[in-house]
């Protein structure tokens, strides 16, 4: 009968509601989720009795009084299951579990240097099997699979181009549901590591934000009133491929100029090479292809000047380009993530003075630039938040 469904629905949108607000406010009263979600208290406690029920929900004693009795203060039991959320870099794996509330419980790290597709994904199998295997036992288990991906992912979960893995029409959510009997989200990774800061990091407070994964790329996670933006068919984002001279070096996209070409991890290792750095530790007839980021960050920490130049130089690029970022936006906050936040001390300075020689001043005003405050964290702990999110929408469903 339709008014019974309809009954039904109202009910489990309602008890998502209060678990959501319990979720984002715990420890909280009963009578302050009857006030944050506009539900009388009858229904919140009733509610609230078969989120306890279900293991959703657990009581940790009185609060303190407004006036009258003291309240029963709830929390959200974070440990009623688990997440998997996997960041496929460039150059590496990461892989957590983390609880129903993003904190990591286990995490495997993996270095890759043969990027094909067969060599990967049973790479990510074997990681993700090795990491359910050490998750603790829980009421709900593993209740799913996200993975951040560097490249255009289509609401099928393909990969349908990952140019800086030289991948196209990967099927990995298919791939990896005939693997797990999981539910599977896979999204790119910038958009992931938006949602990672978001939810769990830089990000909490703020409701216009950017997050750019300047890694051996560069990618934007957009969230707008938020919410992530992600355009008419889900590829928002791609700013590593803004043009910003029209004859400048090759990119990896077939155009030239674009703004990884010249402030992304590549870029950086493409003109340490060409300044041919001389150290008294390296050798540079044998060194100069095995120089990394890494190298470069320890070099600077020794104080060598021509690799000091040479991140103030791509702090500058970066700069430039998150100037057209905040003129076209005017975000609250830019976070700068992934591999490139690790030189945060050499390059911030002139990604500063060169956004307040640049953007518009009244963009300026408001707006703050930080780095990841989840680390090399950010993309697979926002993958894990997918996996959980898309979890708790589910509870809104009609059918069991
Ligand atoms: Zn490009």
Redesign the pocket.
């Known amino acids: 009968m339709k008014i019974t469904g309809d009954l039904q629905l109202m009910k489990k949108i309602n008890k998502y509601l209060v678990l959501d607000t319990i979720r984002h406010h715990y420890p909280i009263s009963r009578a302050d989720i009857s006030v944050k979600t506009g539900l009388n208290k009858t229904t919140v406690s009733s509610l609230v009795t078969e989120l306890i029920e279900s293991h959703f929900v657990t009581e940790i004693g009185l609060g303190e009084s407004s006036g009258g009795r003291k309240p029963m203060m709830l929390l959200f039991n974070q440990r009623a299951g688990y997440a998997i959320g996997v960041d496929l870099g460039v150059n590496y794996i990461l892989a957590m579990v983390t609880d129903l509330g993003g904190t990591v419980v286990k995490e495997k790290r993996i270095e890759m240097t043969d990027w094909s597709v067969e060599t990967v994904t049973e790479k990510l199998k074997k990681c993700i099997h090795s990491l359910i295997k050490k998750t603790p036992s829980s009421p709900y288990g593993i209740i799913g699979i996200g993975v951040g991906v560097p490249g255009l992912v289509d609401d099928q979960g393909n990969v349908l181009s990952a140019?800086n893995l030289g991948w196209t029409d990967v099927p990995l959510q298919e791939m990896l549901e005939r693997e797990f009997d999981l539910p599977i989200a896979i999204d790119n990774e910038a958009n992931v590591g938006a949602l990672g800061e978001k939810e769990f990091g830089a990000g909490r407070s703020v409701s216009n934000m950017i997050y750019l994964s300047v890694g051996i790329g560069i990618g934007a996670g957009i969230i707008l009133n938020d919410a992530l933006y992600r355009g008419v068919s889900g590829f928002s984002g791609e700013v590593?491929?803004m043009t910003l001279a029209q004859d400048g070096p090759l990119?990896?996209?077939?155009?030239r100029g674009?703004?990884?070409?010249f402030a992304s991890e590549k870029a950086l290792i493409h003109q340490a090479k060409s300044l041919q750095l001389v150290d008294e530790k390296i050798q540079v007839a044998e060194a100069i292809d095995k120089i990394n980021l890494n190298t470069l960050l320890s070099l600077a920490k020794r104080g060598h000047r021509p690799v000091i130049d040479l991140f103030a130089s791509t702090g500058h690029w970066l700069g430039v380009g998150i100037t057209n970022l905040v003129n076209v936006f005017n975000p609250e906050l830019i976070v700068i993530g992934n591999r490139m936040s690790l030189a945060s001390e050499w390059i911030a300075d002139s990604i500063c003075e060169t956004l307040n020689s640049h953007s518009l001043s009244f963009h300026r005003q408001k707006m703050n630039v930080v780095y990841a405050k989840l680390g090399m964290n950010s993309s697979a702990a926002g993958a894990a938040s997918i996996a959980i999110n898309r979890f708790f929408s589910a509870m809104k469903a009609l059918s069991d």
């Open positions: 140019p590593g491929h990119c990896g996209c077939g155009s674009c703004w990884e070409t």
